[in-house]
């Protein structure tokens, strides 16, 4: 059980990120609060801290109203979409077979069915981004539509829990969209070639962002780089997306602040996991070519801290004896458990360049991936945080990075 100090210190870490601090989605003055915190309270652990200035969009929408057949829908524009005013025919696609012969320039073109059945990867993507996604946003680019509007469900695995979820959330491509639910959207369909109007009333707004690494150690020795995203989705607190896996790493800076072990610590505050360009994950992998082979291990903290069922900790390929520590860990500190293998996290782009990893989760979030409805939604919030889980989660990594340092495996 974590000690009373520390799960103090927890406490008001995520009070400041999900309470103090009004969101932290990527280019809002609270994204560069959270980041300006981050570093501040690191540095005065005795840190080196080295913060890089992102070129990055902020958004926001006044709502939007679509108009067809002598009714109104309410739609809602897609994030990071540009705004329009629009009066046009309806036409519709539910597949990319219907998609491809159809006449869609100029329209209003009605996306369901199998096409909206899961949210488009952003078009410049490189992690993962599915043939058929490229090729539906290739055609929808090539056809040039007015504007799009999407009717869809639930998508958790991919766009977490919002209900409808978006089916653009892209700030590259630049057809305007707005989606609407199933059942908002069920009357829409018999309106094919009827003269709809649409207004959505968002804004693109150029910003700024910062990523943020600190570091501590010898710099030539090997590297275990420990790593969380301290960015939000837009309307949500975040508080397991992602404002534990902060508070973790910011527990831990305190607790490693003397560190003198064998191996070169770095932390990153990743700012961009929750944001269409990633471009905090994209700069640390531009600052690090060449430089992964010097990576002993990645430490991902994202999820973590929920209330229900025990903290999860995936391994990715760590070698012994570093695994052995690692299972040692687990028996040794109680409401652990080893979890499933999981791609949605920034250990991903560590184990892509061929580094061990170790993420860190909720066990209960990794089991209900495809059908929870808390991230990305106001449901995120503190009331279903257990502080004491986080505290916990940053001693049992503190023994465990000791545990290398003294050579117990």
């Not at 829908?73 to 629009?86: H, I, N, Q, T």
């Not at 959207?185 to 009827?194: F, M, W």
């Not at 760590?318 to 687990?330: D, Y």
């Not at 939604?377 to 990075?401: C, G, H, S």
Request: hydrophobic letters at 40%.
């Amino acid at each position: 059980m974590p000690n009373d100090p520390l799960l103090s210190k927890c406490a008001d870490f995520l009070h400041t990120l999900c309470v103090d601090i009004p969101g932290r989605n990527v280019g809002s003055e609270g994204n560069r609060r959270a980041t300006r915190f981050f570093r501040d309270t690191v540095a005065a652990f005795g840190w080196q801290t080295e913060s890089t200035e992102l070129d990055v969009m902020n958004w926001s929408s006044d709502g939007a109203l679509l108009q067809a057949g002598g009714r109104t829908f309410p739609a809602r524009s897609s994030p990071y979409s540009r705004g329009c005013s629009v009066r046009a025919p309806l036409v519709f696609a539910s597949s990319l077979a219907e998609l491809d012969p159809l006449d869609a320039g100029g329209k209003i073109l009605v996306l369901h069915g199998e096409i909206a059945q899961e949210q488009l990867m952003p078009k410049n993507f490189v992690f993962y981004n599915p043939d058929e996604h490229r090729q539906i946003i290739a055609r929808l680019e090539q056809q040039q539509p007015a504007a799009i509007v999407s009717i869809t469900g639930r998508n958790a695995a991919l766009a977490g829990g919002l209900y409808p979820f978006p089916l653009f959330e892209d700030g590259d491509f630049d057809i305007p969209s707005v989606f609407l639910s199933e059942e908002e959207g069920n009357g829409l369909l018999s309106l094919a070639r009827q003269t709809a109007a649409l207004e959505s009333r968002a804004v693109r707004i150029p910003s700024k962002a910062f990523n943020v690494v600190v570091r501590k150690g010898n710099p030539d020795a090997p590297r275990i780089v420990l790593t969380a995203h301290i960015d939000a989705k837009l309307g949500t607190p975040g508080a397991i997306d992602n404002a534990t896996g902060v508070a973790v790493l910011l527990l831990l800076a305190e607790r490693l602040r003397d560190y003198a072990g064998p191996y070169a610590l770095e932390m990153a505050a990743f700012n961009g996991e929750d944001y269409y360009a990633v471009p905090g994950q994209m700069d640390y992998l531009r600052q690090n070519q060449g430089r992964f082979g010097s990576i002993a291990l990645n430490i991902n903290i994202d999820g973590a801290g929920y209330r229900n069922g025990p903290s999860a900790f995936s391994f990715f390929d760590i070698p012994e004896p570093m695994q052995a520590a690692a299972r040692r860990m687990l028996d040794t500190f109680a409401d652990t458990a080893e979890g499933p293998l999981w791609p949605q996290g920034d250990h991903s782009i560590f184990v892509q360049q061929g580094c061990p990893a170790l993420a860190v989760s909720s066990l209960w979030l990794l089991q209900h991936m495809d059908s929870q409805d808390i991230t990305h939604t106001p449901k995120d919030n503190l009331d279903i945080v257990d502080p004491r889980k986080v505290a916990a989660i940053a001693e049992a990594l503190d023994w465990f990075l000791h545990a290398l340092t003294h050579g117990s495996t």
